[in-house]
């Protein structure tokens, strides 16, 4: 099946062409001025943007948290992915305590197996440092599982002891994966926490204020230099704060190979949303929303490429029936915030008619890094001859209001309930077969495949 896409702006990280693409089967095959072709099926695209699909290098189908389970399972979840125009998601296999790093990926890649819409690939979240675990994870990047999640935050649960994480980060630095870390100070943030409860201040708001931001900042130096020290790259994820940015900042102006994200969420959201009672319960993430001028430092960031990818942590729990466990105790709401679907569109709409970034810079953060950063380049991330033919037609000026109403992720509520945001996904093509169509659903679950990543830490390094 031949495709060509016809009379688009073709935008990509690094140029801005007016030029025909055409898709030979899975992949983009010839791009060219006014191209005369045979083709079974035309899409004309004047008018809009060319945009290599997007890649949402974190989302957590299904993770259980707080005894219930994220509620987007890799068919919604990645459906949903798709309406907003992301073609790739990175998802986190869990290591459960006292369990191999395998049983964990065995699980996780059964659920996305069959279901998965996109194509997906996983990062493995460590929760036990073991010898036999380390011995895994040589084997996990050899398999395309390339990078590895630690926390110091959650203790109990995923929490490691930097001990156990300079031993994951020493492995890493080895075997050519990549490091990601949770960096909140964890321990110190129950110790508050505790506090907030026994003085009665238990409502969502003061999960918020339980986690400062200088917990933040600490725990990212912390673990930059543990991995300065290790020799490897790390990759802060969902940064919010501007006292880890700089962390971040003052090691990348060091020369030192440190990498992070951030959301939406930190970037459109603030603490007051934490407030207003219970209903502020739909806004508890960790990190937390911070006050709003954070976010103008996650801006600059951007702009400096002191943060490098804009990701989602999308994870979604229902407001009736999930967080609601923590009436009465902000610690029992389980965390996470829906956003698979909204990313591409609120970073189009706030970032770059907001006049924070370029359409090129936009590209670059929601699909052209992701790709490079995460063992897909090439393949992913581009509108290049060879690349798999993920291919979204964007239209910059179409106007839509966001709404739990109309969104395709299984939760109950939206934290954009209401917002006017400008630009669309139009049409959606996975590796050549068009899977959104002017809203309607085309794709199929299982369509998505398992992608195998090449690990990029000797990239990383080089940086
Ligand atoms: O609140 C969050 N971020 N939930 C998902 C788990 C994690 O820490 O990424
Ligand atoms: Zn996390
Ligand atoms: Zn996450």
Redesign the pocket.
Known sequence: MRTLIKGGTIVNADATTAADVLVDGERIALIGESLEVEAERTIDASGKWVIPGAIDV?T?ME?P?GGTF?KDTFETGTRAAAFGGTTTIID?AVQSKGKSLREGLDAWMAKAEGNACIDYGFHMIMSDVTDESLKEMDALVDEGITDF?L?T??PGV?YSDDGAIFRAMQQTAKNGGLILM?AENGMAIDVVAEQNVAAGNTDPYFHGTSRSPVFEGEATNRVIRLAQVAEVPVYI??LSAHDALDAVRRARNEGLPAYAETCPQYLFLTLDDLGNGFEGAKF????PLRPAEHAGELWKGLATDDLQVVST?H?PFDFHGQKDLGQGDFRKVP???PGVEDRVNLLHSGGVVGGHMTPNRWVEVISTAPARMFGLAGRKGVIGVGADADVVIYDPDKKHTISAKTHHMDVDYSCYEGWDVTGNAEIVLSRGKVIVDSGEWLGAAGDGRFLKRAPAGELLNRT
């Open positions: 974190h957590h993770l948290f994220a986190f999640k926390f935050a959650y995923f949770h994820v969902h508890v993430c960790s990190p942590d994870c965390n996470g915030l």
